[in-house]
Structures are given as structure tokens and as C-alpha cells.
């Protein structure tokens, strides 16, 4: 190798790690730039069909809300009547030791 080859080759060496990094800045950067592009086509379809804008996740976390809501009114509903069954019981023994 003569002497001139031998700084482009220190060259190309520290470029090389230069480069790589660059490429991988470059990956996060598109994708980035996909999830704003799939975000404002949401967002536009939404718009268009003359609904809110919402995400996936808050379409989930909506329908999460309602089935639990659901839930949580049947479970008061069978407090109730454990209540209703419990004082009812009370009664029962009230009279019975009464007599």
C-alpha cells in the first residue's frame, strides 16, 4: 500500500462507524415519520366520516369502560339482595327468639 492509500484508509475507518450511525438515526427517523403519517390518516378518516377523532386505544379503553361499568352494576345488584336477604334473615331470628 502506498503512503497516499494509507489516510484514505483511516478516512473510510473513521467514517464507516460515522455512517452506521447515521443509517440507524435515519430508521428511527422514517419510522417516526410512518406513525405520524398513519396518525394523521386516522385522524382524516375520522374527520371525514363526521366522528370524533379517536385512537384504537381509546375505542378499547371506551369499550373496557363499559363492560365494567357492567359488571359493576350487576355486582351492586347482588349486594342488594344479599342485603335484602341478610335482613331479612335478622327478621326471621328476631321472631323466632321472641317466641
Do not use: C, Y
Not at 21 to 30: K, P
Request: no cysteine; hydrophobic share 40%.
Amino acid at each position: 500500500m502506498s503512503d497516499s492509500e494509507q489516510p484514505d484508509v483511516e478516512a473510510l475507518q473513521q467514517l464507516e462507524p460515522l455512517v452506521r450511525a447515521l443509517g440507524e438515526e435515519l430508521a428511527v427517523w422514517r419510522r417516526r415519520g410512518q406513525l405520524a403519517e398513519a396518525r394523521l390518516k386516522e385522524l382524516e378518516a375520522a374527520i371525514a366520516s363526521g366522528r370524533p377523532p379517536e385512537s384504537a386505544r381509546v375505542a378499547a379503553l371506551e369499550h373496557r369502560n363499559a363492560d365494567l361499568r357492567s359488571r359493576l352494576d350487576t355486582a351492586t345488584q347482588r349486594v342488594r339482595m344479599l342485603i335484602e336477604k341478610t335482613q331479612f334473615l335478622r327478621q326471621q331470628h328476631v321472631l323466632e327468639v321472641e317466641r
